[in-house]
């Protein structure tokens, strides 16, 4: 086999979403953070394709490009990356990333469990805990989300129901589980999916919403609720979801649902958890921290024979 290209990676899933961490990447000249994630996507346009489509990646892969940081505040760098475009702040991508820093010695563990990873969209502030050289729990604040609007309604191919939307870190509509007659469970995938086809289909006209979410929220006075995500091109989220859990609990917590003291615990449908908590509000809306951990799975090294005519690779989603 001849090589043509290699890239070593770290792949790291949080509570079931999946990244590939990279470091080392073909150098380019940049002055800022800023400048590396503008020209991202063009100069890296090959490596993205190579390493996130399939038969090496698939289409709920994420990228974390890791880089020294331009900040003396901060402990590394990073640009977060999908199929399609750089993400400006992932939370789950930080979890992601401070776990393999640590774990594979490239970041010493700090007494304060404090660290802080510079975006594009400026500082995440991590706070990471060590046991036996693993980390065994990250907890990280989200931005402030609230409650836009609620009891929308929405007819489509056969059904009548009605959503909240809830600004996070990107604007969900939030379905109720009462609405419908099957379980967010494994079981009942195939019409779980079918369900969050007709209502995209149905919210085509709104494409500022960018998520969809299902949620049961019948045990939310025990502090648990479940959801399920689905993305504009139906795909289903594989994971809770940071950005689920806090709009769901900004809109539980509007509608008195919830108490300010509790703990909101979400499960995803195939039961992976993410743990949250009400962390300040303010006129922007409700700050949460989220509690999660992640899990290498792998580290390998991936190869571009010349001769391979899926160089460019593909996705079937």
């Given at each position: ?5 290699a ?7 949080v509570?079931?979403?999946a ?15 800023k ?13 993205i ?19 020294p940081?331009?900040s ?5 760098a990073?640009?977060?990356?999908n ?20 774990e ?6 700090k ?11 400026g500082a995440?502030?991590?706070h990471?805990?060590?046991?036996d050289d693993?980390?065994?729990s990250v ?8 409650a836009?609007?609620?009891?929308v309604?929405?007819s ?12 996070a870190d990107?604007?969900?509509a ?12 494994i079981?009942?995938?195939a019409d ?8 995209n289909?149905?919210l ?5 919403i960018?998520k969809?979410v ?5 045990d939310?006075?025990?502090g ?7 993305r ?5 989220d ?8 806090a709009?769901c609990?900004?809109?539980l ?9 509790q ?12 743990t949250?908590?009400l ?16 899990f ?22």
């Open positions: 086999m001849k090589i043509q290209k890239y070593t990676a770290t792949d790291v899933h509570a079931g979403e990244f590939r961490i990279i470091k080392d990447t073909p150098f380019i000249h940049y002055q800022s953070l400048q590396l994630d503008e020209q991202f996507f063009h100069t890296y346009a090959d490596e394709k190579l390493l996130l489509n399939e038969p090496r990646g698939f289409a709920g892969l994420n990228g974390c490009l890791v880089v940081p331009f003396r505040e901060a402990d590394a990073v640009v977060f990356f199929h399609e475009e750089t993400v400006s702040m992932h939370h789950a991508g930080a979890v992601a990333v401070i776990t393999a820093l640590l594979c010695g490239h970041l010493p563990a007494d304060s469990n404090e660290y802080t990873l510079e975006t594009v969209s995440i502030k991590v990471a805990v060590m046991m693993e980390v065994v907890q990280l604040e989200t931005k402030p989300c609230q836009v609007q609620s009891n309604s929405l489509g191919n056969g059904f009548q129901t009605e959503y909240s939307l809830v600004q990107q604007l969900y939030i379905f109720n589980k009462k609405d419908v007659p099957f379980q967010i469970h079981d009942d995938l779980v999916q079918s369900w969050g086809q007709a209502v289909e149905a085509a006209a709104n494409q500022s960018q969809v299902l949620l049961d929220d019948s939310a006075g025990s648990r609720i479940k959801t399920v995500t689905f504009r091109d139906h795909f289903i594989r994971t809770p979801g940071f950005g689920t859990t709009a609990y900004a809109s917590h509007s509608s008195g649902a919830l108490s300010k003291e703990t909101l615990e979400n499960e995803s449908i195939f039961n992976s958890l993410l949250a908590q962390a300040g509000h303010s006129d922007s809306g409700y700050k949460f921290a989220l509690t999660s951990r992640g290498i799975t792998g580290m390998q090294t991936y190869l571009l024979d010349p001769t391979d005519p899926l160089a460019a690779g593909f996705l079937l989603k």
